[in-house]
C-alpha cells in the first residue's frame, strides 16, 4: 500500500536537517529521531489533494516522519537554526534542527504555503459538498430529507474535527511553554553542533595528513627547481648554441611547470588553512553553547534553590501567624475572665452602697 501512495503523490520540496521527537514522558526533552541528517520532503497527492511530510532514514528504510498537513498546524522558529510543528494526530512535536538559517527559511515559508494549500483544498472540498447537497436537493426525484441530513452531517463532523484540534493544538502549546524551551534547543544545536565537529574532525586529519604529503612533494619540487635553474644559469654562462639551446628551453618550460605547480599547491594550503580556521570556529560554537547550558542548568537550579527558600519562609510565616493566633485567643479569654471578675466586684459594691 505504500508504495502505491508513493506512486499518486510527487515530492514538491526536500531539504536536509535533524528530526527530532519530543520525549512522550516527560513533555519537555527533545529525542534524536535520526542519527545524522536526513532528507525531509514535502509531497502532494493529486487524488485525494492532500498534503504530507515525509522523512525516512536508518538502515531498514523505516518512516521518521509521515505527517498529513492541515489548515491548523504551524511552524515554529525557535532559533536561528531550530523550528517545530505539533502532529495532533501522531500526539508528537517534530523538531528539525537545520545547517543554516537560509534552510530554515525556505522550509518555514513551504510549510506555509503548504498549509494555505491544504486550506484552500478543504474549503473547495466543502463547497463542492454544498454545491451537490444543493443539486441533489433541488432534484426532483430526490426525498430532500436524506439530501439535508447527509451534507449537514458531513459539515458537522468537518466542524467537530476543527474544534477537536484547535483544542489539541492549545494543549500542546500548553505543554511546550510549561517546558524549558530554551533548553530544548540549547540541547538541539549542541547536537547539531556535535555532529558537524566530528565531520570537521575527521576532515582536519585527512587536511593534516594531506599537508605533511604535500609538503614532502613541495620540498621535492623546490630542490628540483633549484637544480633546474642551477642547470639554466650554468647554461647562460657558457652561452652554447644548438643542442644547448634546445636543452635551455626544455628546462626553462619544465621550470614554469614547477613553478605553477608550486602556486597550485600553496592555494590548496591556503584552503586547508582557512577549514582549519572554520573549524576552529566551530568549536568556538560549540564551547559557547556547552556554556550555556550549563548556565541555564545553574539559574534553574537557582531558581528552585529560591522556591525552596520561599515555601520554607512561608511555611515558617504560617506557622508564626498560627501561634499569634493562638496567644491572641489565650489573651481574650484571660480578658473574658477578667471582665467577669469585675462585673461581680462591681455587683458587690453596688450591694454595699444600697445597705
Excluded at 463542492?128 to 447537497?133: G, Q, R, V
Excluded at 635551455?248 to 621550470?255: I, N
Amino acid at each position: 500500500m505504500y508504495p502505491h501512495h508513493r506512486e499518486r503523490e510527487q515530492p514538491i520540496f526536500s531539504a536536509r536537517a535533524h528530526v527530532f521527537q519530543i520525549d512522550p514522558a516527560t513533555k519537555r526533552n527533545w529525542i534524536p529521531a535520526s542519527k545524522h541528517a536526513v532528507t525531509v520532503s514535502f509531497f502532494y497527492d493529486a487524488n485525494r489533494n492532500v498534503y504530507r511530510i515525509i522523512s525516512v532514514g536508518g538502515t531498514k528504510v523505516r518512516a521518521i516522519i509521515n505527517c498529513s498537513v492541515t489548515p491548523s498546524m504551524t511552524f515554529t522558529k525557535t532559533s536561528q537554526k531550530f523550528g517545530q510543528w505539533a502532529d495532533s494526530r501522531a500526539n508528537t512535536v517534530y523538531g528539525l534542527g537545520f545547517a543554516t538559517e537560509q534552510q530554515l527559511h525556505q522550509f518555514a515559508e513551504k510549510f506555509k504555503e503548504v498549509k494555505d494549500a491544504a486550506r484552500l483544498a478543504r474549503e473547495k472540498s466543502q463547497d463542492k459538498e454544498l454545491a451537490n447537497t444543493a443539486l441533489t436537493i433541488a432534484a426532483p426525484q430526490s426525498p430532500p430529507v436524506m439530501c439535508v441530513n447527509g451534507p449537514e452531517d458531513k459539515l458537522f463532523r468537518s466542524q467537530s474535527a476543527d474544534i477537536t484540534l484547535s483544542s489539541e493544538k492549545e494543549r500542546i502549546k500548553k505543554m511546550l511553554s510549561e517546558g524549558s524551551i530554551c533548553e530544548m534547543n540549547l540541547e538541539a544545536e549542541l547536537f547539531t553542533l556535535q555532529d558537524s565537529n566530528s565531520k570537521l574532525v575527521a576532515a582536519l586529519h585527512e587536511a593534516n595528513a594531506n599537508v605533511e604529503q604535500w609538503k614532502k612533494q613541495l620540498t621535492a619540487y623546490q630542490e628540483e627547481t633549484e637544480r633546474l635553474r642551477d642547470q639554466v644559469a650554468e647554461l647562460e654562462a657558457h652561452g652554447g648554441h644548438g643542442p644547448s639551446d634546445l636543452l635551455k628551453d626544455e628546462l626553462t618550460q619544465s621550470l614554469e611547470e614547477l613553478e605553477s605547480l608550486l602556486k597550485a599547491k600553496d592555494e590548496e594550503i591556503h584552503i586547508l588553512q582557512n577549514k582549519k580556521a572554520e573549524y576552529h570556529d566551530m568549536e568556538h560554537d560549540r564551547d559557547e553553547a556547552i556554556r550555556r547550558l550549563r548556565e541555564m542548568e545553574m539559574r534553574n537550579s537557582e531558581l528552585e534553590r529560591r522556591i525552596q527558600n520561599s515555601e520554607q519562609n512561608l511555611n515558617n510565616s504560617l506557622e508564626d501567624r498560627d501561634r499569634m493566633d493562638s496567644e491572641i485567643q489565650r489573651a481574650i479569654e484571660i480578658l473574658d475572665i477578667k471582665i467577669f471578675d469585675l462585673n461581680d466586684l462591681r455587683q458587690s459594691l453596688v450591694k454595699l452602697i444600697d445597705k
